[in-house]
């Protein structure tokens, strides 16, 4: 990689293996694309996962006043209330998803960060408020899907419900890291500092220590 296209980093973040992580995506996908807004009401699917792991969190720093993540397992449901910020989880291979949304957000939703697609996308709409936000990041469902190639992800959606409840849909805008110290390095790092566990805040699944974050 040539020097020129590396940044020094510069302490924001008390790990710096965190620059390796998701946050920047989290961060990104709720502030910028989803405009998360005080009192906001919060779905992630995928709330296990890399982005989603972090996601609860820092829709809690944005002010969100619900959020709800989904995972694969009533295991991993209880760690994304007990440690990643989530006041409820809803389990897919269960009940219909939808169904256990609408107990977990009984007065709807305001905000997806979609990492999964399918069937939790589906339930998502269901469940919008009007004027819902929606920011597609990842699409698992039909990544994983045995019969597909990975590449595609086709889901039958409600566009009469998108209409009605005027319903906002995106796909994630990719990361601004153009400057010296990226937004999100500034709004997170703080709440990585005061945590107990900054690996799990910050949320690196990284194996090693960078000196430098580099763009392509």
């Known amino acids: 990689m040539p020097a020129g296209q590396c940044a020094p980093l510069d302490g924001t973040l008390p790990d710096p293996a965190a620059h390796l992580g998701q946050a920047g995506v989290a961060y990104t996908a709720l502030a910028r694309d989803a405009r998360v807004r005080p009192g906001d009401t ?7 996962g890399g982005v989603g792991s972090l996601a609860g969190q820092i829709a809690r720093l944005l002010g969100a006043d619900r959020v709800v993540g989904s995972t694969g397992s ?23 998803i939808a169904e256990q949304l609408a107990e977990a957000a009984p007065g709807g939703i305001d905000v997806l960060v979609d990492n999964v697609g399918g069937e939790q996308l589906q339930a998502a709409i269901t469940a919008a408020r009007p004027g819902a936000r929606f920011v597609l990041v990842g699409t698992l469902a039909g990544q994983l899907a045995p019969d597909r ?3 595609t992800a086709p889901v039958e959606i409600d566009t009469f419900q998108l209409i009605a409840k005027r319903i906002e849909m995106r ?3 990719g990361l601004d890291d153009a400057g010296p110290r ?8 703080p709440g990585c500092a005061r945590a107990t566990s900054p690996s799990r805040t910050c949320a690196s699944r990284a194996s090693s220590t960078p000196r430098g974050r580099c763009r392509n």
Do not use: M, Q
């Open 171 to 173: 796909g994630f805008g």
């Open 149 to 151: 190639s990975g590449t």
């Open 74 to 96: 009533p295991d991993k449901a209880a760690r994304l209330v007990s440690e990643l910020g989530y006041d409820a989880a809803v389990v897919r291979g269960g009940r219909p």
């Open 182 to 189: 990226p937004e999100w390095t500034e709004r997170v790092g």
């Open 42 to 48: 919060v779905f992630v699917s995928g709330g296990g």
